[in-house]
């Protein structure tokens, strides 16, 4: 048994009891329990209070990953009726936006100055911080979470100056990774495996002025082989249309006008550089390289209309996504029990349930059903999801307590049973 360091109210179990019954006679009685199970984990287990704040551990990692912590809330977000759930993830808000203040360049931290550290020897690490892996999601997620906040509950007393300067360094951080060699200071140097560390004395590798961003990492983590990763720079997009309507709110003009002009020149180079044959490539140089392939871990190709302004129905992302679900995709895998998009993150071969919940999420009402039956048969007799696992023995996996993963599935799960509600997988949303 975990530890309890964030107990459900009377409220909140009686509303998750009720969307279990409900799932439970859309697809039986133990998906419903699974369901409850999942959702009880992330909310009591991985949730503490730290100040005026609510700290979120991924799950079997002591920190809080900007990324991870905006996910992992997903379905909780149908609950902000349950006077808690509101409370506690603008808790959540406030210790995003403090990590941000620390360090804008970092993905994970700590829930104070505590110098613990997953690499000691990497550059520039701050006592409050436990890795420094620059990745544009970890700034996207946290704004996205906080707009959808903000018009699901028509209150934008969260919206505060942290927040306002928060985004103002989001705003100039990217702006100057779109000159990265020449402007920027960030380097990444680690002695490991080379998707933990970058080239070029830390730079990354060479890459030509196209408009859009650098990113030294992946969503997963794994170093970028090209600066340019497209689903992080279409994210980008929609996090800076997110910020200029903070800005209005705000009556920072400057903000607005900023936010405005980058969102245009990132979405100028991902037309020039990021579109190839009618489909989005993953990640790009600007110097004629490319690389074809997609990531389990989201802002994925597969995920765009969950965690960008691309749409379901736009033409590219649906050629997109057909290619990412086919043999061509490199890390697109088929087993005895389960078919769907890997990572070079994981062993090769094995299949991601967040990978196969974005899959559910962005197909139709067959595919989702599908998707999650597959999710709950190859659950290796854990009652949970886990982050990879093999098809052909799904007893086999990585991570046995992956809680974003998990609420992945509980989102699919609510949004198959929410009649007339359109499926949200992402703070994105609003």
Known sequence: MREI????????LAEIDAWASRISTRFGAEAGRRFRTMMLDTWTTTMSRNGDGIFVVTGDIPAMWLRDSSAQVLPFLRLLHVPEVTQILLG????QWRCIALDPYSNAFNAGPTGAHFDPTDLELDPGVW???????SLAFPVLLAHRLWRERGDDGHLDAAVQEGCRAIVELWRREQRHFELSDYRHIR???PWDTLGEGGRGTPVAVTGMTWSGFRPSDDACRYGYNIPAQLMAVAALHRIEEFAGQWGDDALAAESSALAAEIEAGIEQYGVVDGRFAYEVDG???A???DDANMPSLLSLPLTSDVTADDPRYLATRAWVLSSDNPYF???AHAKGVGSPHTPPGYIWHIALAVQGLTGSEAEAEECLRTILDTDGGTGLTHEGFDPDDPRKFTREWFSWSNSMACELMMSQVAAGTPASATPSQG
């Open 5 to 12: 360091t964030n107990p459900a109210g009377e409220p909140l």
């Open 92 to 95: 959540i808000v406030r210790e």
């Open 131 to 137: 890795e420094r892996k620059y990745e544009i999601d």
């Open 191 to 193: 002695d490991a495996e």
């Open 287 to 289: 110097l004629g390289n």
């Open 291 to 293: 690389l074809f392939m």
């Open 333 to 335: 895998y088929e087993g």
